[in-house]
C-alpha cells in the first residue's frame, strides 16, 4: 500500500513539472517552422497537466482515498454461517465464564470420588487458583435419597494464600441415607449468594429438619463436583 502511494504522488509530481514547463514554455508544443503563437496552445494543456499532477499529489491523503480503502476491521470481518450479514471474527478466549468471573482452577483432595463416608463427618480439601478473599461453600444434594434440595455447608473454606483450602467437616444425609449417594458441589459465591447461605444457616435448619434451598441463589459459579457415598 506504501508503495502504491508513492508511485501516485511520484506520477503526479511529473505530471506537476511538465505541467509548469507547459505553462512557462508554451512553444515547447509548436512544430519547429509553426508561426509565431501558435505554441500557446500549450497553454491549456499545461494547465490540465499540472491539474491532473496536483490531484495525484493530493489524492492519497484525501478522505475519500482513506475511505475507499478496507480497514483492519472490514478486512478481519468473516461472513455469518447462514450466509447473511458478516459478523466480526470472534475474539481470543480471555478464559471467562457466562457469568463474567474468572474460569477458576481446583483439585479436590479429599474425598476421592464415590468415597464412602462416616455418619459422623469427613474432611474437606484441596487446591484450587483462589484467593483468600474468595468466598468458597460446599452444598451437598441427594442423589438417590428423597430429599433433592440443596444444603449448603456450616460456613464458608478456608483459602491459603497458596491456593490450597480446607472446608468444615462435612456431613450428608441422616441416619437413613446409608448406601445413598450424594453430590457435592464447590461454589464460588459473590456476596449476596453468600449471604444467602448464611441466612439458611442462622434460620435453625436442625430444628426444621433440614429443609435445605430448593435452589441454588444468583451469583454462584461451581467451580468443582464429586460424588460420595453415606456408609
Known amino acids: 500500500m506504501i508503495i502504491f502511494i508513492i508511485f501516485i504522488v511520484i506520477i503526479g509530481l511529473i505530471l ?37 499532477g496536483l490531484a495525484a499529489v493530493v489524492f492519497p491523503f484525501s478522505p475519500y482515498y482513506k475511505s475507499s480503502v478496507p480497514s483492519v476491521s472490514q478486512t478481519s470481518r468473516s461472513p455469518s454461517a447462514d450466509g447473511g450479514t458478516p459478523r466480526p471474527s470472534a475474539e481470543p478466549t480471555t478464559g471467562m465464564t457466562p ?20 455418619e459422623d463427618g469427613f474432611p474437606v480439601s484441596g487446591q484450587s487458583s483462589l484467593g483468600v478473599t474468595d468466598s468458597l461453600w460446599v452444598v451437598y ?8 434440595s440443596f444444603q449448603p455447608s456450616n460456613a464458608p473454606c478456608s483459602i491459603a494464600t497458596n491456593g490450597s483450602f480446607s472446608c468444615p467437616l462435612q456431613y450428608v444425609g441422616g441416619p437413613e441415607d446409608s448406601g445413598n449417594k450424594f453430590e457435592l458441589f464447590f461454589l464460588l459465591a459473590d456476596p449476596i449468594a453468600a449471604q444467602v447461605f448464611r441466612d439458611y444457616n442462622a434460620s435453625d435448619p436442625a430444628a426444621r429438619g433440614y429443609p435445605g434451598l430448593d435452589s441454588l441463589p444468583a451469583g454462584v459459579q461451581q467451580v468443582g463436583t464429586v460424588t460420595v457415598i453415606r456408609a
Not at 514547463?21 to 500549450?42: D, E, H, Y
Not at 474460569?103 to 476421592?112: F, Q, S
Not at 444434594?141 to 433433592?148: A, F, H
Open 16 to 52: 506537476m513539472i511538465t505541467g509548469v514547463i507547459l505553462l512557462v514554455r508554451p512553444q515547447i508544443l509548436a512544430p519547429a517552422n509553426a508561426a509565431v503563437g501558435t505554441g500557446t496552445i500549450s497553454v491549456p494543456a499545461g494547465v490540465v497537466v499540472l491539474a491532473l
Open 99 to 118: 457469568t463474567g468471573t474468572p474460569e477458576v482452577n481446583l483439585t479436590i483432595a479429599e474425598p476421592r470420588s464415590e468415597a464412602i463416608v462416616p
Open 141 to 148: 444434594r441427594g442423589i438417590t435419597n428423597s430429599n433433592p
